[in-house]
DNA sequence: GCACTTTTGCAACCCGGTTGCATAGGCTCC
DNA sequence: GGAGCCTATGCAACCGGGTTGCAAAAGTGC
């Protein structure tokens, strides 16, 4: 079988003689993408799904491991795609390998959205936190800011 | 004539025929060096100039830029031994190429040495905010920080 | 001068990211 | 429903920063 051809197959959905109506998963899946002018294609809502099936950040390397049938090239601009149509944010936590998170539905990667990123030092996941907003600092006279990194290092609720 | 078979040469100290008294600036080089139980050699001395002569930080591929008589691995593993004795410290401002600052002659690298780091979006130069401490903040119960990493775009002094 | 350690130089490799190009799949229009 | 078109996918090859292995050169102690 080729891949992708038929993508209800790898969504999960029983496959009959008959076209059933779609999962409901696949149908919030499908939402998601075009909600942000993404056309829904297998390989999208595949990585769509694995990025909404777990809350630490996902790089392109960890993509590859999971869907060995895919190509790394396909992996790498569907998650370009979803960058630029903001579905997610890129986080380079330091590891040498970007990393990405959804955005929040209501995010549209302005300042405002900004937070800090954790990285577990032990299980070397990532995570957002959302809920941490990035302080404020004052910068010498002369410089003016325009975004902020913030990577923080230490132990996750899971490995301390 | 081999390379940096004599360093005088190279530090711009005059050749006579009898060995004059050493440059004032190759002695404090020479001092900052041994002072970190590194042995001053001409790579090193040259490279050190470099990371004085200037405020902004410097990565490899500058070093190879200035010095194109010098190898690659050398340069490499002199900021390594630079980094490794605390003469410097490495910053990841995100460009993709770390880059390299004087440590404060006070620096332990301890987290209390930690400081922001600031990128120029227009002349990509990076700098030390020596005197911007990272603000503390307020992680989610169940995580335990470790080491922080700030890294402030905008625009410098320079090109604003 | 000789044996030993350290530093330097060269080549080659690794890995994450990226591009060029050809093919496959999906859509439109007639 | 076939021709033409656009987009998505797959493969191969490349790029740049970083890193390692190994041999030659330089420095050190005797």
Redesign the interface.
Known sequence: MKPFQNISVYLGVEENNVIKEQHPMQETLDQRLTERNIKPTAVRLLVLKAFMAQEAAIGLADLENRFDHADKTTLYRTLKTFEEHKLIHSI?D?TGALKYALCQETCDCTPEDLH?H?LC?VCNKTFC?N??PI???????????????????????DC?
């Open positions: 380079d330091g800090v954790f030092t936190l809920d941490t302080p404020q600092i004052n910068l010498p006279t002369d410089f003016s800011l325009d975004s902020v990194n913030m990577v923080v290092k230490g132990l996750c609720s301390r």
